[in-house]
């Protein structure tokens, strides 16, 4: 039985059981889902039946779930942000960043988020509701449409650190992770797709059971319970040893090396002790650790660490074996970096 009314939710077998229930051949599902993956609307969609389209629409199917409202483009390194509109009124946000080896699209997976850390915007405003897999898939599609052409290539990797908690929209976060590398669809590989979380264990672990394996990068961001719990709410319920031990059970059975994020708080996290802490932490994983220059959050109120101490921190962190790197800030100027998407409002024409 279909319930979702987007036709983008939909794999080709759902699309099929639909169109079936409208006495069409199987056939017509696959060119469905072929103009489907190509961000078309239904008036597009030039070798599908008249007939067919009408009953479709008359049934309340929608073929696409969001569409790019704007777009912020930086002056500093070229990435782009873009402003979503949802069917239902609801905003969201997203970053292509262009790098020599390819096109990485920041997703969001929520309209908000409950996990309100101390330095993130995308918790502002709560969680509003989740985005079904469709609509986690069509920022993809809109983006890979905008911009694949002769010239220039689509979308190639893909990140789930937009605004919301991944795991904590579990079920449509793993239909997305399906139906994005499905080869009849866009086909990206499950290599190239990277997912962050504050760090749900037991969905890390479920993500593991349940045959998935996007490269895990955790929020970590304090190398201590105490420190943690000040900056991150949810380390009121998951301990650092309970992520260690999660991680280690997901890279036994994925066997995909772990990533960290740590963002560099000024006079918070950014001590030579914590940086000895740290190490101590992830000692023995197969790990990496990226140090994030904290990104300026006006509502937040959190000043990010100067680049004497983060290097300092890196150099700690090296002397111990550990693999670390200080990330690049991308799209900073335009409000596109790390920790900055968030749930915008329309004012006229400007997002404030």
Not at 92 to 103: P, R, S
Not at 228 to 254: C, G, L
Request: proline share 2%; charged share 25%; glycine share 8%.
């Amino acid at each position: 039985m279909i319930e979702s009314k987007l036709l983008l939710d939909m794999n080709t077998q759902e699309l099929s059981e639909l169109l079936a229930s409208f006495g069409e051949p199987k056939f017509r599902a696959k060119q469905l889902y072929e103009w489907l993956n190509k961000g078309a609307e239904f008036d597009e969609m030039t070798n599908m039946p008249k007939n067919l389209i009408e009953k479709l629409k008359s049934a309340g199917y929608r073929a696409q779930g969001i569409k790019i409202l704007k777009e912020y483009i930086s002056q500093k390194d070229g990435t782009i942000k873009y402003l979503y509109s949802l069917y239902d009124g609801n905003l969201i946000e997203g970053v292509l960043m262009k790098y020599k080896y390819g096109n990485t699209i920041c997703v969001s997976t929520q309209v908000g988020c409950r996990m309100n850390c101390a330095f993130c915007a995308s918790g502002l405003d709560g969680l509003v509701r989740n985005l079904s897999a469709g609509e986690i898939l069509g920022q993809v599609v809109a983006v890979n449409r905008k911009n694949s052409n002769d010239s220039e290539r689509g979308v190639t990797n893909i990140v789930l650190m937009g605004s919301g908690e991944p795991l904590d929209n579990y079920d449509n976060v793993c239909k997305f992770l399906t139906m994005v590398s499905d080869e009849k669809g866009l086909n990206i590989s499950k290599r190239n797709i990277s997912l962050s979380t504050c760090g749900l264990c037991d969905k890390i672990v479920q993500l593991a059971d349940d045959g998935y394996s996007p490269t895990m990068t955790i929020s970590l961001h304090a190398p201590n319970d105490d420190m943690r719990k000040k900056i991150m709410p949810i380390a009121k319920k998951y301990s650092i040893n309970d992520i260690i031990k999660a991680v280690k059970y997901y890279f036994d059975k994925t066997g995909r090396r772990i990533i960290f994020e740590y963002s560099m708080i000024s006079g918070e996290n950014d001590t030579e002790e914590c940086a000895r802490e740290l190490a101590k932490v992830v000692k023995g994983l197969s790990c990496h650790i990226n140090l994030i220059p904290l990104n300026f959050v006006k509502e937040r109120g959190l000043d990010g660490s100067n680049k004497k101490n983060i290097y300092r921190f890196q150099a700690i962190l090296e002397s111990y074996g550990v693999s670390v790197t200080v990330r690049r800030s991308m799209g900073s100027d335009i409000e596109g970096a790390c920790g900055q998407l968030r749930r915008k409002v329309i004012n006229g024409d400007e997002s404030v």
